[in-house]
């Protein structure tokens, strides 16, 4: 599976932002996809996954009710709507692929990655 994601760019605080995984190389079914992030300086950051085959959605606090992962089965292509964004969600913003349907927040535990985006929030 090859990753890419895309949409990231510069915005100002209160703005918003979609951020978009194509897959290329097989198609998603038993597979979690997530979003993650790093700031600098700082450690790779879980933001977001889903199931692709099913239900379920998991966002840590940071960004619960202000970020929407969802998914376009007909495209392979998983999206990330960010509202309400913030200096402290500056970041590279990967997505990320895993075998399975446990969704984690370990970035240890994902097999494949995109190359990142970058996201920048002016205050």
């Known amino acids: 599976v090859q990753l890419q994601a895309f949409g990231g760019g510069l915005v100002q605080t209160g703005g918003s932002l979609r951020l978009s995984c194509a897959a290329s190389g097989r198609t998603f079914s038993r597979h979690v996809v997530a979003w993650f992030r790093q700031a600098p300086g700082k450690e790779r950051e879980f933001v977001a996954g889903?199931?692709?085959?099913?239900?379920?959605?998991y966002y840590p606090d940071s960004v619960k009710g202000r970020f929407t992962i969802s998914r376009d089965n007909a495209k392979n292509t998983v999206y990330l709507q960010m509202n309400s964004l913030k200096p402290e969600d500056t970041a590279v913003y990967y997505c990320a692929a895993r075998i399975g349907t446990a969704i984690t927040d370990s970035s240890a535990l994902y097999d494949y990655w995109g190359q990142g985006t970058l996201v920048t929030v002016s205050s």
């Open positions: 889903t199931r692709w085959n099913g239900d379920g959605t």
